[in-house]
């Protein structure tokens, strides 16, 4: 089909509009034929690819550009892109410990979060007790209903 073109696609093939035979006595003519093809499959490689480049190549960039909005926008993405957000808060200066917790839980990463809140429990002023007032307590409660809600009863 040297003169063909695209006309559109669908979950499994794709719609090609191709010129038929010119015939003298007939009018020129556009058949559109279907040619299956397996979109889903190369989505699916370059995306787990691309997964594995980004967890080589994450330490070699610098993450002081990174803003708070990306790391967001990345957290409400799938489970490898709420990784990625962690990662980023994590080696960036810019980002408060309060930051780095709540992108952890959004990536379901609640050790991660548990040994953020643990690190700064034993950095505040209320240690070795954490009062029920205090926002720390409250954090540990939230990462607490949150294990609750994903199932996630061993940390």
């Known amino acids: 089909m040297p003169y063909a073109v695209l006309v559109g696609s669908l979950n499994d093939r794709l719609l090609l509009a191709n010129p038929t ?9 556009v058949e559109i ?19 594995l480049s980004f967890e080589q190549k994450l330490d070699l ?8 909005r ?3 926008i990345l957290a409400r993405g799938s489970p490898v892109c709420g990784d990625l957000a962690v ?20 990536a379901l990463r609640f050790s991660t979060a548990l040994s953020i809140l643990k690190d700064e429990f034993l950095r505040s002023r209320d240690y ?10 409250h954090r540990f409660r939230q990462l607490g209903y ?6 996630k009863l061993e940390i």
Do not use: W
């Open 70 to 72: 990306s790391l967001d």
């Open 33 to 51: 034929k279907s040619c299956l093809v397996g979109l889903l499959e190369p989505i699916l490689i370059g995306f787990a690819t691309m997964q």
């Open 128 to 137: 070795p007790k954490c009062p029920p007032t205090s926002h720390l307590f």
């Open 146 to 151: 949150a294990c609750i809600r994903y199932a």
């Open 87 to 106: 990662a980023l808060s994590q080696s960036g200066p810019q980002f408060t410990q309060v930051m780095r917790g709540v992108y952890a839980v959004k």
């Open 21 to 29: 035979e010119i015939n003298p006595r007939q009018k020129k003519r």
């Open 61 to 68: 960039f610098d993450s002081l550009r990174i803003t708070p």
